[in-house]
């Protein structure tokens, strides 16, 4: 089975358009999400819609959750949080409810879908380093698993007896460890100083990896988060890719 997976799409619809019609081209049996649908953009109910029409499966993550039940206690910056507030005003009854019940985790074909990790914490736990991902495989079972968080594509590669091993996600064939995992980036505000959309392709049985990264028009989004009053901060974000 061919699976394209993409996550952290952030109201971005534009990106997570030209994304889908990427992945439907590379033709994959299955499209998967690996949650953050919502927040820091200006188009969260018009991504929910784009998902449910198109039953795509996701995860949540932690700004879906932060727009269903608030984000008292998290560690969410001012910024953040503003679009968060808005997201939660302007969304309808349906796109609450599709939010409510995207689960935590997901297994489809033998691969684990997660936003953050499996570290069975209440926050939402960030795989940045050695550190952090030799936490994750602790609790990760599964031999493959597929994340975001970070918006930095990245795949934290486990050897029984070894230090774990991080590195930037390159195309190629998934082997040399027992247990992956593999960030996909971000749809919608990528972080690894590429403004390109991110998303991945997975043949789980030949284990092949494949990057893409999709240029698309960022002007509608640019013009919407201006005409909204959204931070500059989130609008530079966007177009520096960081
Ligand atoms: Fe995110």
């Known amino acids: 089975m061919k699976l394209g997976i993409f996550g952290d799409v952030h109201g971005n619809l534009p990106a997570l358009k030209a994304v889908y019609e990427q992945l439907k081209k590379e ?30 499966d996701s995860v949540c993550g932690n700004h879906d959750e ?6 008292l206690g998290a560690e969410v910056n001012e910024i953040a949080g503003d679009v968060i507030d808005w997201t939660r005003d302007v969304l309808h009854h349906r796109h609450l409810k599709w939010l409510a019940e995207l689960p935590k985790k ?10 953050a990790s499996h570290v069975p914490t209440k926050k939402w736990f960030y795989i940045v380093d050695q550190k952090s991902a030799e936490k994750n495989f602790e609790y990760q079972q ?8 970070t918006h930095v594509p990245v795949i934290a590669t486990h050897v029984p007896g070894m230090p774990v091993r991080m590195t930037k996600l390159k195309d190629g064939i998934v082997c040399g460890g027992d247990k992956f995992m593999i960030n996909v980036g971000s749809v919608g505000q990528p972080r690894d100083k590429n403004s390109k959309a991110c ?11 494949k990057v893409i990264r999709v240029k698309y028009d960022q002007t509608p989004v640019l013009d919407l988060m201006k005409e909204l009053g959204f931070s500059k901060y989130l609008q530079n974000r966007l177009k520096k890719g960081k």
């Open 142 to 149: 599964s031999e493959i698993s597929f994340n975001g968080h």
């Open 199 to 209: 998303c991945v392709t997975f043949d789980t049985k030949t284990k092949e990896l």
């Open 27 to 56: 033709q994959c049996n299955k499209i998967v999400c690996t949650g953050d649908i919502v927040g820091y953009g200006p188009f969260p109910g018009e991504c929910i819609d784009f998902m449910i029409e198109r039953k795509i």
């Open 66 to 71: 932060y727009t269903l039940i608030g984000y």
């Open 106 to 115: 997901m297994t489809i074909a033998g691969c684990d879908f997660v936003h």
